[in-house]
Every structure is written in structure tokens, then in C-alpha cells.
């Protein structure tokens, strides 16, 4: 059973359109990332979230972190084909921060 | 700055065969980790070390034993290759654990 529960597993989607991948648990966690990862390369940090309710914007990208600590979304606007990719949210869980637990990942395929 | 460096980039492996995967971090990051990364699964954590000398098991330790030595260098060993170790192995780094991790660019093992 996956600690981090990430939605949609796949999605394709064209040029110009929005989306939202998301992360889902059950336990809270003390600080919530997001990575983007390319073919033959190693996940590149995003976004660090740590505070519930927290928001944080990022060009076209925004990340929430929700207010119980348990879940995060990720929101791209009028997604372009360079945002496709991998994204991976990542989490810390409370008492745990040595741990990082990662979702499945969402791969995101923006056509021209 | 380099960051995070692994080395090899691809390896084969007969079954029974040992080899040793290096990282090597020049940011001074006191964390260090290793994850593999299967299709469908994420990033499942392998071992991870706080400082020199301190190491300690993560989700799936079994058939693989790391050391810290200095704070820049935290091999990987196969003890003892198994095709279920086939796999993308991934070394990160952070100043802080919990937070923003640097990765390196990953090591494809084939085990046959």
C-alpha cells in the first residue's frame, strides 16, 4: 500500500490546457514536496510546503499543501509542451523527517 | 558546483555478482540517501546516513549495505546481485532532512 496516493497516474492533455495532479494520505506530514523528473535524469526539486493552507506559486504552477497536513495538489496553467514530465510529490511524515516517502508519480504528456 | 555525482550510469550484472554504486555530494549535505525507482512505485528509500559513521535501514535495506566514511562519500553495495535487483538507483543529499533534496542523475543496473 502506497503511503502517498498520487492522481491521475497518467495524463495527456493539450497545449494551452489546465490541470491538477494530486496527493493523498492519511498520515500528516511535516513538510510536502513536489519534483519533476525527466527521462534518464534524477528528480529536480519544485516546491517545499510546510505550513497547512499553505500556497505557493511558481510561474504557472501552484502548490497547495491542504490544512491538515495530509494532502497536496499541484495546478499548472495553460500547460505547455515543456511541462511534460514526471512529477513526484514527496513527503516527511511527522516524527519521521529522515524518511522521505514518495507517490507513485504522475506523468504529465502536454501535446503541441 | 557538481552537486550530487553518480558513477557508473549503466551496469550489468550476472546473478551472484557484487558491485558497489558511488555518490558523491560537494555541497557539504550532512543527509545523504539511496532510492530505487521501479515503474508504478516511485521511489522506495534504501538506506540513509545522518553524518559520518551513521547509517541506518530504510524501506527496502534487504541484500544491500552502505557505509559513510567522509561526509561526501555514501556507496551502495550489491552483496550479492538478484534480478529482483534490477532497477533505477537514485543517490540524494539534503542540508536538511525533510526539505530540498538534491539528486544525482541515477545508475541503471540490469541484473540477468
Known amino acids: 500500500t502506497q503511503l502517498l496516493e498520487q492522481s491521475p497516474q497518467f495524463l495527456s492533455i493539450q497545449e494551452g490546457e489546465n490541470l491538477t495532479v494530486y496527493c493523498n494520505s492519511s498520515s500528516v506530514f511535516s513538510s510536502l514536496q513536489w519534483y519533476r523528473q525527466e527521462p534518464g535524469e534524477g528528480p529536480v526539486l519544485l516546491v517545499t510546503v510546510v505550513t497547512g493552507g499553505e500556497v505557493k506559486k511558481l510561474k504557472r504552477l501552484t502548490f497547495q499543501f491542504g490544512d491538515a497536513r495530509k494532502d497536496s495538489s499541484l495546478h499548472i496553467t495553460a500547460a505547455q509542451p515543456g511541462d511534460t514530465g514526471l512529477y513526484l510529490c514527496?513527503?516527511?511524515?511527522?516524527?519521521?523527517?529522515?524518511?522521505?516517502?514518495f507517490g507513485s508519480g504522475t506523468q504529465l504528456t502536454v501535446l503541441p | 558546483n557538481a552537486g550530487v555525482t553518480q558513477t557508473p550510469k549503466f551496469q550489468v550484472l550476472k546473478t551472484g555478482q557484487s558491485m558497489t554504486l558511488q555518490c558523491a555530494q560537494d555541497?557539504?549535505?550532512?543527509?545523504m540517501s539511496w532510492y530505487r525507482q521501479d515503474p508504478g512505485m516511485g521511489l522506495r528509500l534504501i538506506h540513509y546516513?545522518?553524518?559520518?559513521?551513521?547509517?541506518d535501514q530504510g524501506e527496502v535495506p534487504n541484500g544491500y549495505n552502505v557505509s559513510r566514511s567522509t561526509t561526501e562519500d555514501f556507496p551502495l553495495r550489491l552483496l550479492s546481485a538478484a534480478p529482483s535487483q534490477t532497477s533505477v538507483y537514485f543517490c540524494?543529499?539534503?542540508?536538511?532532512?525533510?526539505?530540498?533534496?538534491?539528486f544525482g542523475s541515477g545508475t541503471r543496473l540490469t541484473v540477468v
Open positions: 540524494a543529499s539534503t542540508r536538511t532532512p525533510g526539505y530540498g533534496y538534491t
Open positions: 555541497m557539504n549535505h550532512e543527509y
Open positions: 514527496a513527503g516527511a511524515i511527522t516524527g519521521s523527517a529522515r524518511q522521505l516517502t
Open positions: 546516513s545522518v553524518g559520518a559513521g551513521i547509517t
